[in-house]
């Protein structure tokens, strides 16, 4: 029988085992990749203390106000920061399902 070795936690586990934070919850200002249906990209949840700027929604296309907590998102290829965009957390999610006719971001 081999010995029993220590194991390095996670940056989000206690000392207990248990996970800090729910498996799959996104911190603030890390980006994370995503897959899609249309298509790879990544992703930034934004907390909105530090913004003094409002953007537009592509998604309802109503205005993120200055503070709002939402999502930022580029598409995961070579160059692609330059076409990043400003949603809201619902707005991004519901993505996938909006009608005909709207693009893409």
């Known amino acids: 029988m ?4 220590a194991r390095r936690r ?3 586990e ?3 085992g248990r996970a ?3 498996v799959g919850a996104s911190v603030s200002g890390v980006d994370r990749v995503e897959s899609a249906p249309d ?5 930034r949840n934004v907390s909105g203390a530090t913004q003094g700027k409002a953007y537009r929604c592509p998604g309802c296309e109503q205005e993120i106000t200055p503070g709002l907590p939402h999502v930022v998102s580029w598409p995961a290829w070579s160059g692609g920061e ?3 965009r400003h949603w ?3 707005c991004w999610r519901n993505r996938v399902n909006r009608g005909p006719g709207r693009s893409r971001y």
């Open 2 to 5: 081999s010995p029993r070795r």
């Open 10 to 12: 996670g940056p989000f």
């Open 14 to 16: 206690r000392p207990d």
């Open 20 to 22: 800090a934070r729910p």
């Open 39 to 43: 298509g790879e990209w990544v992703v």
């Open 82 to 84: 330059d076409e990043r």
């Open 88 to 90: 809201h957390t619902v």
